[in-house]
């Protein structure tokens, strides 16, 4: 069950700048949690994207930039390039389940 | 270098109960602070957290599967092994294992195991 809501999917032509919000509610982003990021390329595990809100893991372009406010996050991918077509997915801690939520996924297409 | 490998079988019948070992180097289980998570992925499906064993013992589990789950670690062995009883088709999936920081940072994660459950 799935308490980060993610827009399915978003699309942009390279070198455009696309984002991908994350909402949460109270018991999660509200209650201080930080929000995580991975990136999941076609067939392959999860990656590490964004951890803490905006840090990024060596090795991660600056292209990747996140963020959080109140109840919601926002991950941004500028200069979008085609390799960076994958399935985004945020992630947080949530009090009320005393445990870590996942977002529903955002697929990003690269026109 | 961190690695992690999940591996189990890759089908199990209705009702079974699943055993998946997680394979695990380049830190330890010993060391204050670290932990292992279990996360799963149905066919085109988002990804689910199910379970957390720390450095000392401490676990956590999902709410709506914990009367299913169990987590356990053999520190000797660098493993964490996660059961799941009562196994059904809604249960098939990729399974994969992740080191988690004591920020609670999914920050490697293995290549996944998959899981059919079929009759």
């Known amino acids: 069950q799935s308490v980060l809501t993610q827009p399915p999917s978003v699309s942009g032509a390279p070198g455009q700048t696309v984002t991908i919000s994350c909402t949460g509610s109270?018991?999660?982003?509200?209650?201080?949690?930080?929000v995580h990021w991975f990136q999941q390329l076609p067939g392959a595990a999860p990656k590490l994207l964004i951890y803490a809100n905006s840090n990024r893991p060596s090795g991660v372009p600056d292209r990747f930039s996140g963020s959080k406010s109140g109840t919601s996050a926002s991950l941004a991918i500028t200069g979008l390039q085609a390799e960076d077509e994958a399935d985004y997915y945020c992630q947080s801690s949530d009090s009320s389940l005393s445990a870590y939520v996942f977002g529903t996924g955002t697929t990003v297409t690269v026109l | 270098q961190v690695t992690l490998k999940e591996s189990g079988p890759a089908r199990v019948k209705p009702t079974q109960t699943l055993t998946l070992t997680c394979t695990f180097s380049?830190?330890?289980?010993?060391?204050?602070?670290?932990?292992v998570s279990w996360i799963r992925q149905p066919p085109g499906k988002a990804l689910e957290w199910l379970a957390r064993i720390d450095w000392d013992d401490d676990k956590i589990y999902s709410t709506s599967l914990k009367t299913r789950l169990t987590i356990s670690k053999d520190t000797s062995k660098n493993q964490v092994v996660l059961t799941m009883t009562n196994m059904d088709s809604v249960d098939t999936a990729t399974y994969y294992c992740?080191?988690?920081?004591?920020?609670?940072?999914?920050?490697?994660w293995g290549k996944g195991t998959t899981v059919t459950v079929s009759s």
């Open positions: 380049g830190f330890s289980l010993t060391t204050r602070g670290m932990r």
């Open positions: 109270s018991s999660n982003f509200g209650a201080g949690f930080d």
């Open positions: 992740a080191r988690t920081t004591s920020y609670g940072v999914l920050d490697v």
